[in-house]
């Protein structure tokens, strides 16, 4: 028994003599660049009170909503760290230095785990795999979360009580701050962060240096002419300090190796001088503030010669691109307050060019003039970029601008546009993207001088002509298909989408000009005819806002040669909706990389022996086995992995275990034995990253389309199927047991009716896959009064019978 108490209390030594790690610091700057979201990184830090070895050890991170790690970086490298020491994982090495002044200790990479947005999940884990230390919960959204698990456009640091690492969540070990309003709200690099320091460390710097504050000793109109005394407030004091000392000036003030809560001065310097001060001694040694001193920083408020919010003046809003959002990312002028949004969606990536104009202004005799006005930005994707011009053409794209600010995050501007000369001056505020997307409000909006106004002359509004056409990507029709290049007639057809009454003609210097008339009709096709295989073709819009539109090609020689295996649909992404709804190869379980698929069809008359035949990305992702014989007028699916169920024709499973489809573009290419290519397709981002499959419209010759606009059934994905009617149930059942109607619908309800009694479960989805209705029907009724006009896909279950139906809400 002695042995055991023995071997216990070794036991209890070794567990607590282990050396532990813990997460104190992860940041997301307000704004973009160098000095916002490129700064992000990642503070570990060695509680002691033994040395870690981190060979194997990883960090990892649980992006957005996501309950497994989608991205991980070794921490082998450190090697063994002693207690008290920091680890800084930076998302960008180079923007890292030049923010924070020092190298970080691994460099992460875009997309790592030292990447975040501020809603993503960050753990620890060792050698093993055991998550050691973990920062919020995963699975869990805390997208624009007003709480503790959101430090978007902020940062979250370890309260200072925390001893030791915590592998469950728990809120309140982390002071956050997010741009939700959450703690101390968006926080800005490098002021607001401070790594390789924490609050919880005894040998930290307990000395905190605020932001400074100027005080002038006069008020002079113009740059760099007031004397200037800086302030440095700070919060609380160290016994270790010996001096606090400057390069650029005197210093003063509190001295806070015994003074705690103080304030140090600067004296001698002046506007647009820049300061410094380092605290040298103790726990603080090296510890640095600085910056520059505003060029007009005590300059006398100006008068306002325009209230652009409250007075009779205000911007004219011109919009020159809109997109599908709500408000198309048109600026707004709602009491004064110049509001603008172009988020239409994730993943939506369409252009959009708004502009707030003023003018024109005659600058005689004026010696400075100030745009000042309230800026706040949600998400930082958008910068706004304030601009002047001595002349307009009468619309901003046909103008000439000089860039004056660029804004890219929220504050309390004034804009210097002194420089801006002339008779005919026009300030210009220009909203450009074309992704990701920042809202924008403007308030308290003026222009002021210090000396004489300009005067405001007639104001033209802008006319900006725009071809309200949009051409798309043109299709080849053969008019017969003979081996051999070069010898089958072929009609080009151009799609289009609007339509302008300004247009005079369509014209081409190579063919026949047929089809659709786009100054008439809205959204259809332009036809080329009179065209050959290897012919170059050609179409100009002429006329109004489109004249000059032009687009041309050249048709492939061998266009219309026959081709017997065709790739018929790509899903690249399967839905990640609850039920089966992103369950594409049928096995009752949604995985994203096993629901992946590509579909092969045979269009011949006899059978093709694919044995052998390889399905490529970048790499080789699937070998046909021997005896894979496709019979002519039948289909073979490739899934990703899972077990494929109830897949029409022939279905496979990847041989390398994964297909690999990038969402963001891909190109998928098949193969015969002997590495011919027998048919390809590249598709974009827009194409493969929607939650649905690609498919051929129609069927084996058409072009590749989103499933859900092929036909009427709106279904996600059809392995094994005709895309143009394809089969919505994924399970196999007896149809004629259930029923529902009314469908279309326009009551506010649906009856579902069954061969028995039992209670059904009824899930309906949109045609993204998003689940929107998940009731337990008893009565046969089911309250849909709550759906948009729109069709839907409605999963019904009762006992061990399921059926998928679409629903269509008027």
């Known amino acids: 028994m002695k042995k055991l108490y023995t071997f216990l209390f ?36 060695v509680i002691g009170p033994a040395s870690v070895d ?107 009580t925390v001893t030791g ?49 100027y005080t002038c000793s006069t008020n002079t109109a113009g740059d760099n002419n007031d004397g200037v005394t800086i302030n440095i407030p700070y919060t609380g004091s160290d016994a270790g300090i010996t001096s606090v000392t400057s390069l650029t000036g005197t210093v003063g003030g509190d001295d806070p190796d015994s003074v705690a809560d103080g304030t140090i001065t600067i004296t001698g310097l002046s506007e647009g001088d820049a300061w410094d001060i380092t605290l040298n001694g103790g726990n603080c040694d090296g510890t640095i503030a600085s910056g ?8 006398p408020t100006p008068n306002t010669c325009f209230d652009l919010s409250g007075g009779p003046e205000s911007f004219e809003l011109v919009s020159i691109v809109t997109n599908s959002s709500g408000t198309g990312g048109a600026w707004e002028n709602n009491a004064g307050s110049y509001e603008v949004n172009a988020f239409c969606g994730g993943g939506c990536n369409e252009p959009v060019d708004s502009w707030l104009v003023f003018g024109p202004l005659d600058m005689t005799g004026v010696t400075d003039l100030e745009l000042i006005f309230d800026a706040v930005e949600a998400f930082s994707n958008t910068d706004l970029v ?13 103008t000439t601008w000089t860039a004056a600010q660029t804004l890219t995050g929220s504050g309390s501007y004034s804009i210097d546009l002194s420089a801006a000369t002339g008779t005919a001056v026009y300030i210009g505020i220009a909203y450009t993207d074309d992704g990701g997307y920042s809202g924008w409000t403007l308030s308290n909006v003026s222009l002021g001088a210090f000396g004489n106004c300009p005067t405001l002359g007639a104001i033209t509004p802008s006319d900006c002509v725009v071809c309200d056409v949009t051409l798309q990507t043109e299709t080849f029709t053969c008019a017969t298909n003979n081996p051999g290049a070069d010898n089958d007639a072929v009609t080009v057809e151009i799609p289009y989408t609007g339509s302008d009454n300004t247009i005079t003609s369509v014209t081409t210097t190579t063919g026949t000009v047929a089809g659709d008339d786009p100054a008439s009709v809205a959204d259809g096709t332009i036809q080329i005819t009179g065209l050959s295989e290897g012919d170059a073709w050609n179409v100009t819009i002429n006329g109004g806002g489109c004249d000059g539109t032009t687009v041309s090609g050249t048709i492939p020689s061998t266009n219309c ?12 992404d399967p839905s990640n909706a609850p039920g089966e709804v992103g369950d594409a190869n049928g096995d009752g379980t949604a995985v994203f990389n096993e629901d992946e698929f590509v579909e092969i069809y045979n269009t011949g008359v006899a059978a093709v022996d694919m044995t052998g035949y390889t399905l490529e990305d970048a790499s080789v992702r699937h070998t046909f086995p021997n005896g894979t014989i496709l019979q002519p007028n039948s289909f073979i699916t490739v899934f990703g992995g899972g077990t494929p169920t109830g897949i029409p024709g022939q279905s496979q499973v990847a041989d390398t275990g994964d297909l690999g489809l990038s969402n963001s573009g891909d190109t998928v290419t098949l193969k015969d034995d002997n590495g011919t290519v027998i048919d390809t397709y590249t598709y974009s981002g827009a194409e493969g990253g929607a939650n649905q499959s690609i498919g051929r419209s129609p069927d084996f010759t058409g072009p590749f389309v989103l499933h859900t606009t092929i036909g009427t059934a709106n279904a996600l994905f059809s392995p094994g199927l005709e895309n143009d009617d394809p089969t919505l149930s994924v399970t196999q059942f007896e149809a004629g047991s259930f029923s529902v109607y009314p469908n279309p619908t326009n009551t506010g309800f649906v009856n579902i009716r069954t061969n028995n009694n039992e209670a059904i479960s009824v899930s309906v989805f949109d045609i993204l896959g998003k689940e929107v209705v998940n009731q337990t029907v008893s009565n046969n009724r089911l309250n849909v009064s709550t759906l948009n006009a729109g069709v839907y896909i409605m999963k019904i279950s009762q006992n061990e019978t399921s059926i998928t139906k679409k629903l269509v809400i008027k």
């Open 10 to 45: 070794a036991l209890l030594i070794s567990v607590a003599s282990f050396g532990q790690v813990i997460i104190t610091e992860i940041a997301d700057p307000n704004g973009s660049g160098a000095s916002g979201s490129e700064a992000r990184f990642v503070e570990l830090y």
């Open 54 to 160: 981190f060979t194997g050890w990883e960090l990892i991170r649980y992006t957005n909503a996501n309950p497994a790690s989608t991205s991980s970086i070794d921490l082998t490298s450190l090697g063994t760290l002693a207690p008290d020491t920091y680890v800084l994982i930076a998302a960008n090495g180079a923007s890292f230095q030049a923010t924070y002044g020092f190298a970080a200790d691994i460099l992460a990479s875009t997309g790592g785990p030292a990447d975040s947005n501020g809603d993503d999940k960050i753990a620890i884990t060792d050698d093993m795999g055991t998550i050691i230390d973990i920062f919020g919960t995963p699975g869990v959204d805390s997208n624009n979360q007003n709480n503790a698990m959101n430090f978007e456009d902020g940062r979250t640091e370890r309260a200072a």
């Open 165 to 213: 690492p915590n592998a469950t969540w728990t809120d309140t070990e982390w002071n956050t701050d997010n741009d939700q309003g959450f703690g101390d709200g968006a926080r800005t690099a490098p002021g607001d962060f401070d790594p390789g320091q924490w609050i919880g460390d005894a040998t930290s710097c307990p000395v905190a240096l605020s932001a400074a504050t």
């Open 292 to 299: 520059t001193v505003p060029a007009a920083e005590c300059d």
């Open 386 to 398: 304030v601009n002047y011009a001595s002349s307009y053409s009468g619309c901003p794209t046909g």
């Open 561 to 572: 040669d026959p081709q017997v295996l065709v790739i018929n649909e790509i899903h690249s």
